[in-house]
């Protein structure tokens, strides 16, 4: 009898990395650094340049001049800025919480583009409160920022702007948050009922006993 050969070792799996060679672990990292900064900062950059050039060109002539013209001056002013944030916030987020891809792109399309609207108003809202704040350090608080409408003039004039158009925010915010959820109750509580319809007599017992002749 011949003998048995023997069987041939499996072959190894694991390779050895050898100096000089990219690593895939090294590679995944420089992938998302390369997304990291070629396109999140640049895009949060073109996200920025908005409030930036709302500043520069509009800020001194909205304080200066348009404000203190608003019915009311310029605290009623910022009264009426204050109350749209919530509202412009519900406005752009609402439609993005309609979104299902799973279900249909197209729809979802249509309710990211309904947002835009709100997203707009915002940058504008949010323009207008940019144009009061200060610079951190004092010593950039040059005479651009104490010209007539800039950030420090802003402060000098109406020091408690920030605390009317905060207490503002916070009571629009409270009665959108009542007027939804009386609307979600209202809504909730018309709804089809569930409860079971009661039987219909049968044909032969018009007055539904069955046949069985009622108590006397």
Do not use: Q
């Not at 019915?71 to 752009?92: D, E, K, S």
């Not at 200060?134 to 702007?161: F, M």
């Amino acid at each position: 009898m011949r003998p048995k050969r023997r069987k041939a070792a499996a072959a190894a799996l694991r390779y050895e990395h050898r100096p000089g060679w990219p690593n895939a672990d090294e590679a995944k990292k420089r992938d998302w650094g390369c997304a990291w900064g070629c396109v999140v900062l640049p895009g949060f950059v073109v996200l920025l340049m908005p409030l930036v050039l709302f500043d520069m060109y509009w800020g001194h002539d909205l304080w200066g001049d348009f404000a203190p013209a608003w019915p009311g001056g310029a605290y009623a002013f910022a009264v009426t800025v204050g109350a749209l944030v919530p509202l412009v916030f519900l406005v752009w987020v609402w439609p993005l919480t309609r979104m299902n891809w799973k279900k249909s792109k197209p729809r979802s399309l249509a309710w990211a583009a309904a947002s835009l609207p709100g997203l707009a108003a915002g940058y504008v809202v949010a323009g207008v409160i940019g144009t009061t704040v200060r610079p951190k350090r004092r010593r950039d608080w040059d005479y651009d920022c104490y010209r007539e409408g800039g950030p420090c003039w802003v402060h000098v004039h109406y020091p408690w702007l920030w605390a009317v158009g905060l207490v503002a925010t916070l009571a629009a915010a409270a009665l959108l948050i009542t007027v939804l959820v009386k609307y979600s109750g209202r809504s909730s509580a018309s709804g089809p009922s569930t409860s079971e319809p009661e039987d219909d007599p049968s044909p032969r017992s018009p007055t539904g006993t069955g046949g069985r002749r009622p108590p006397a």
